[in-house]
């Protein structure tokens, strides 16, 4: 990778696999505002090389083996990196789309997106400007309409906010932990998140709890 132009968008490549690295890479090549200044495997590997190349964009698989991108993307907001994250996957489910966007990333992509519209998107996402797929949209606006905890998970999750445990939260409620953890589980399905801590701050964020 040769030194990059001071004025063109420093980018990292994310993916597990090294055929896709290769053609991201070629096709970026071809952009004179564009320079690769970086390329990691799996997650893991993507927060040092993120941390010793400090792109501006990061393109960011989200299912590799060695590290999720959800996790790389929460790990980069809790260290407060500045780069935006522009999520290039095959999967547009909605638990995956929503993951993402609550972790923090800053578009959302699919590889079967004209090369014309990837490169764009990386140009809007190191402006600031938000990039979402038509059913990257639908899904944040239908969760957005249609999430209702039920009282109990409200009730589970409150005692959570409150630094309780599953076990604090069980005493609370006069319930097994087994139920407990059950509420949890669904609430974390219907707020598209993965832990508790994450299911707290969408449900405070929406005005859930």
Known sequence: MSTPEASA???????????????????????????????????????????????????????????????????????????????????????????AVQAGADGYLLK?????????AIRDVAAGRPVLTPRALEALTARRRDVALTPREVEVLKVIAGGGTNRTAAETLMVSEATVKTHLVRAYEKLGVNDRAAAVRVAFERGLI
């Open 112 to 120: 079967d997106a004209p090369r014309a519209e990837l490169v764009r």
């Open 9 to 99: 968008i420093r980018v990292v490549v994310v993916d597990d696999h090294p055929i896709v690295r290769d053609g991201l890479i070629g096709i970026f090549a071809r952009e004179q505002d564009l320079a690769v200044v970086g390329e990691a495997s799996d997650g893991r590997e993507a927060l040092v090389v993120i941390e010793q190349t400090a792109p501006d964009v990061v393109i960011m698989d989200l299912r590799m083996p060695g590290g999720d991108g959800v996790t790389a993307i929460r790990a980069l907001q809790k260290r407060g990196n500045p780069a935006r994250i522009l999520v290039l996957t095959t999967y547009d489910t909605d638990r995956d789309i929503l993951a």
